[in-house]
């Protein structure tokens, strides 16, 4: 059974940060890469950032390219994701994702197991 876990979300004000991971149970050997969506209000999923699971290639969306880092501890198999200078559009569900057919992937049909999301709120 593959399962992905997401902790760390909350509250913080405009600026503050935070810190998501991702708990990978399973065959973690199988994923190739892993990643970050979110999803907004009404709004479509968005891909956020990805990291491959045996290298340290990272890929992020322009929208938090320079504010959010992604990386891994494969050994706590966790992928965690490092929030800075939050704004109020980066309030979202996230969800953590893995492939296991791709090195690389920004979009959600590309990834084949989902965690349940965890909800970050930035207030004004």
């Known amino acids: 059974q593959v399962q992905l876990v997401e902790s760390g979300g909350g509250l913080v004000q405009a600026g503050g940060s935070l810190t998501l991971s991702c708990a990978a149970s399973g065959r973690t050997s199988s994923y190739y890469a892993m990643g970050w969506f979110r999803q907004a209000p009404g709004q479509e999923r968005e891909f956020v950032a990805a990291i491959s699971w045996n290298d340290d290639s990272t890929d992020y969306a322009n929208s938090v390219k320079g504010r959010f880092t992604v990386a891994r501890d494969n050994a706590k198999r966790t992928v965690n994701l490092q929030m800075n200078s939050l704004n109020p559009e980066d309030t979202a569900v996230y969800y953590c994702?893995?492939?296991?057919?791709?090195?690389?992937?920004?979009?959600?049909?590309?990834?084949?197991?989902w965690g349940q999301g965890t909800q970050v709120t930035v207030s004004a």
């Open positions: 994702a893995a492939s296991s057919r791709y090195y690389s992937a920004r979009y959600d049909h590309q990834y084949d197991y």
